[in-house]
């Protein structure tokens, strides 16, 4: 068994980091900032008081290659047995060397260790019990494995201290479960690997019993060579001695990866449009998430122990030995390889010095450093997940006829066909089998959501849903709940009548609809009508759907341009007018329509308001000022909103007027409400729904109805008070909104700030109206241009239904009762928007209000009410079927991590608008432990409390988690502005899951690894600063930037191929876009950052970080699985945390 690997030798991770011009560094010894609150836990900051320390052991360890640095302060230390988070469930046993001062010789690989040299194997008792007796000697560790037949029959392999199995129960995990020892084994247990192992602490199967129908599910560890027993660290941890959290200088050579666990700023102030997502990696200062440690069992564990012991297994991989990290080039420089892919059992490793326990940190030799306590490489990994979905769903057509089916996730790709349930791209679930009864959904705590973005784009081999016309009876709907004609409804009585699946209500079939029925119960033209056997579809609208029963005039679009003197002098005013000539041919329209019936308006603004007159038979546009913006109303009806075609001269030379009118303005001033309030009245008047445009630059401080005041204040937050600078500053903009939506008037917003322009506030129009805003900080155009040009026209030219209504409706038992998104609510059923666009989405939580029963299901049907691009009334309909379980294991084998994730963070980020951020991080942390800890609890064997155990489906669940919880909305470092954080707050909350998973953990690619002959991406690695090579070329992604990292040693060939200069020296931060150059090297990555774009609903701002530059800590703040300087955990950090969390809701 490949356990004895040598652990990864990473240099501690609180290590200073260069310097970054002009931000304070946050203390990295523990002491405070000034102003920065203690983190509360000792878990971060060193032992707290009350705990003996333990006796360190003796023993040397191999000086790892750099030398140089100064010992580390004053270490904190563990007592013994006592361990991280009491992670190891056993009593006070010295787990390491034996207190001799010789140091360890390695022996032969085959040879077994000698009594006495090796430590103490700890048996566990099955109960959950947090310290368990001390066993005998090794020997019997040795005769029990020489015991062990290989082969098929049993595996067998030591397992680490505090892997102890339970005797089996009713219920197999569903899932691997992973000790949080630096030595445990992290196992989920799928089904088709060979009988079960016997544990070998206590010689009892491994199998349980299976639930009713599924496969009986074992798992097969690495066999092991009889007579070799495992090396001393082997069976568990020695005292875990962390580095110390006072920064030892960074060793000066660095042959391996870069430093584990660097901290990170965020970007220079001036970074422009900095999109601050998963936030950084975090120093120690700052609260930390979840509740002080007062009262908990164990001691807090200091920093970062090294890894004594088993490297943990490749995530989740049972059967044999994994192989690398997936797309993880070979093993870490200085460390064998992780054996290799499942196949023959691997040889067993030689032992290896750097596999024993460390000595107290502050007796270590200079040149030693500590590693961590837990491999990295042994916890759950976002990228194996997703590369394991990759390529056992990615194939296959995910055919959705089937009740209750969990898709695939949303980084696979895979095609749809729609055979009953709506694809996955219109609902996702955050469980596909929900609980029967509400007792159960409170035990699991588990939040029973739905994401739905009703007009999601298709790719273009799926179909789009049909078009139903029922002529002026309209589509046939249930009597008394009016849920639409389904695939669930039931014909009865020869078909003269259907029973509703909604609420069971019996309705004469219209004799127009009336068909027979075959002798299956189904109508004989059940495969001829969408309604009846497709998960989503359309129907045509009759009268009585319309506002004011009559049908709508075709939507207009009006631009208004913001032309005050920072407008116009940074080259905004003439770059939108140049694009505008252009665009306004590829207004949205009807798929076999000629041209867009959509018409435009025009308006520009400062102080005052100026209207066009952009009639066709004009020779030239004419212009109407409105100075009294008090009372606004608009100045001209006939000539206002024209079609583009007609008026195509006049346009064009208003367009060429503009820039040219105001390029000498001194005005400064704006305002914002009035602009909104014309455009509003404009399409009241033409009696249309339509969208606003609005290109906006500053603060609106002139005298105007909706004039705010620069409220910014930074000391507010980690304050009760933080909740303001997320809440619109007056109440103005709510009843704006709330007219808006009344008149299907929907407002875009492109800001393009230099400073504070109150983001929570001017957003409030467009997020409660089905908007979208856009954020430029300090505009640029040279750098900015495209990546702005581009938002511009998808934003133009994307699929839109104006004057929306949207209505979810579910079978008895269950109803919808909360909903998040960009929308506004006038009851508590209706979601109402002026505009919804096709990246929109809406989620909904259910809340059960009766039983459920396991034969019947439950039932999802949501119905939008909308106005097409062309001005057709439309019903869209998708339906979606899911299973209900009375055990909670089918609840957690059916759950969907990432739509749980993107609902939690919305959930959080609505939050904070009244709550402090501290209670919404600890609100969370909580709810997942529970999550979690029910799972433990009711789902799992029994086994030591040691064990960190996961439901294979939430594996992800604690990584993306932090995620959140370290993200900029939750955990600001100091240089995020409240306006970002307000952005962000608004752009995550109508995120559809793709998004959002990529938002929170983002994508990072090897470029130096991509394979230029292939039309594939390299494989991702995970986002660790560990992952990275000196030698390497990176991408990092998460939807709104695109970082190219470059490392120091880059082969000099590769930079002249990717930027045309011929030394690291020479690449210049300032590129936007990579120079367009002749190799194919070059074409490959331009040809991955196009596809990367195309994939995401924004253009993506290119960067480029080059190693050890200031723009670095920008980059190194998106590294999520690593601390963040705003005090945001390591993902090994917040793994012990929620075990610890899980073990007192446990006792």
Known sequence: MSVNQQAHTGPPYGQPQPGYQGYQQPAYGGQPLPGVPQSQYGAYNGPMPGYQQPVPPQGSLRAPPTSGAPPP????????????????????????????????????????????????????????????????????????????????????????????????????????????????????????????????????????????????????????VPGFAPPPSSTGIGPSSYPPTTGAPRPPTMPGPPLPGQTVAGPPTSQPNHISSPPPPSTLSGPHPGPPMSGLHGPPPPTHPPQPGYQMQQNGSFGQVRGPQPNYGGAYPGTPNYGSQPGPPPPPKRLDPDSIPSPQL??????????????????????????????????????????????????????????????????????????????????????????????????????????????????????????????????????????????????????????????????????????????????????????????????????????????????????????????????????????????????????????????????????????????????????????????????????????????????????????????????????????????????????????????????????????????????????????????????????????????????????????????????????????????????????VGFDAVMRVRTSTGIRATDFFGAFYMSNTTDVEMAGLDCDKTITVEFKHDDKLSEDSGALLQCALLYTSCAGQRRLRIHNLSLNCCTQLADLYRNCETDTLINYLAKYAYRGVLGSPVKTVRDALINQCAQILACYRKNCASPSSAGQLILPECMKLLPVYLNCVLKSDVLQPGPEVTTDDRAYIRQLVTSMDVAETNVFFYPRLLPLTKADVDSDSLPAAIRNSEERLSKGDIYLLENGLNIFVWVGVNVQQGLIQNLFGVSSFSQISNALSTLPVLENPFSKKVRAIVDMLQVQRSRYMKLIIVKQEDKLEMLFKHFLVEDKSLSGGASYVDFLCHMHKEIRQLLS
């Not at 005797?167 to 995990?173: E, I, N, R």
Request: aromatic share 10%; proline share 11%; charged share 15%.
């Open 362 to 799: 502050n007796e270590l030799p200079p040149q030693q450093k500590p590693r961590h306590r837990i491999d990295p490489d042994a916890i759950p990994s976002p990228i194996q997940v997703i590369e394991d979905d990759k390529s056992n769903r990615g194939s296959e057509p995910f055919v959705t006829g089937v009740r209750g089916q969990v898709p695939p996730l949303v980084t696979t790709n895979f095609l749809v066909k729609d055979q009953g349930n709506a694809s996955p791209r219109y609902i996702r679930c955050t469980s596909y089998n929900i609980p029967c009864t509400s007792d159960m959904a409170k035990q699991s705590q588990v939040p029973l959501a739905a994401v739905i973005k009703p007009l999601a784009t298709l790719p273009p081999e799926e179909t789009l849903p049909y078009l139903v016309d029922h002529g002026e009876s309209g589509p046939v709907r249930c009597n008394r709940c009016k849920a639409y004609m389904c695939p669930f409804m039931q014909f009865i009585e020869g078909g003269r009548r259907f029973q509703c699946c909604f609420c069971s209500c019996v309705t004469e079939v219209p004799p127009h609809y009336f068909q027979h029925l075959d002798h299956t119960g189904k109508r004989v033209d059940f495969y001829d009508r969408p309604e009846l056997s497709l998960g989503s579809y359309e129907f045509l609208a009759t009268v009585d759907y319309c506002k004011n029963n009559k049908f709508p005039s075709p939507p207009a679009f009006i631009f208004m341009i913001d032309v005050s003197y920072n407008a116009v002098k940074s080259g905004l005013v003439r770059l939108i007018c140049e694009e505008l000539k252009s665009l306004l041919d590829y207004l949205p329209r009807e798929g076999n329509m000629e041209e867009s019936v959509i018409r435009v308006g025009f308006v520009t603004y400062n102080k005052v308001l100026h209207f066009y007159n952009v009639k066709s038979s004009l020779a030239q546009p004419q212009m109407m000022v409105v100075s009294d913006v008090a009372d606004m109303f608009v100045p001209l009806l006939d000539g206002f909103l024209v079609n583009v075609n007609e008026s195509r001269t006049v346009i064009a030379s208003l367009l060429e007027q503009i820039p040219e009118m105001f390029a000498d303005t001194r005005e400064t001033e704006t305002v914002f409400a009035p602009v909104i309030q014309a455009g509003l009245e404009a399409l009241k008047a033409a009696e249309c729904a339509g969208k606003l445009f609005i290109f906006h630059t500053s603060l609106p401080i002139a005298e105007a109805p909706g004039k705010l005041k620069n409220r910014d204040d930074k000391k507010l937050i980690n304050t009760d008070k933080e909740k303001t600078l997320f809440q619109p500053q007056t109440s103005f903009y709510n009843n704006l909104a709330k007219d808006c939506v009344a008149q299907g008037c929907c407002v875009d917003l492109f800001l393009f700030p230099n400073q504070y322009l109150d983001v929570a506030t001017l957003g409030v129009v467009p997020y409660q109206t089905g908007g979208s805003i856009y954020k430029y900080a300090y505009f640029q155009l040279e750098t900015d241009q495209d990546r702005f040009l581009n938002d511009l026209r998808r934003d133009v030219q994307k699929e």
């Open 73 to 224: 302060a004053s270490g904190a230390s563990l007592p013994s047995g006592h361990l991280a988070y009491s992670q190891f469930g056993h009593g006070d046993v010295q787990n390491g060397i034996p207190a001799s001062a010789a140091p360890m010789q390695r022996p032969p690989a085959s040879q077994p260790f000698l009594p006495g040299s090796a430590p103490t194997p700890v048996s566990q008792t099955s109960t959950f019990q947090q310290y368990g007796p001390p066993p005998a000697t090794v020997q019997q560790l040795s005769n029990h494995m020489a015991g062990m037949t290989i082969g098929s029959t049993t595996a067998s392999a030591p397992p680490p201290a505090g892997l102890g199995y339970g005797p089996p129960t009713s219920v197999p995990p569903v899932s691997g479960s992973f000790s949080a020892t630096g030595s445990g084994l992290y196992t989920p247990y799928t089904a088709s690997q060979g009988p079960p192992p016997t544990s070998v602490s206590q010689g009892l199967p491994l199998a349980q019993p299976p639930f009713p129908g599924q496969p009986i599910s074992t798992q097969r560890l690495p066999t092991q």
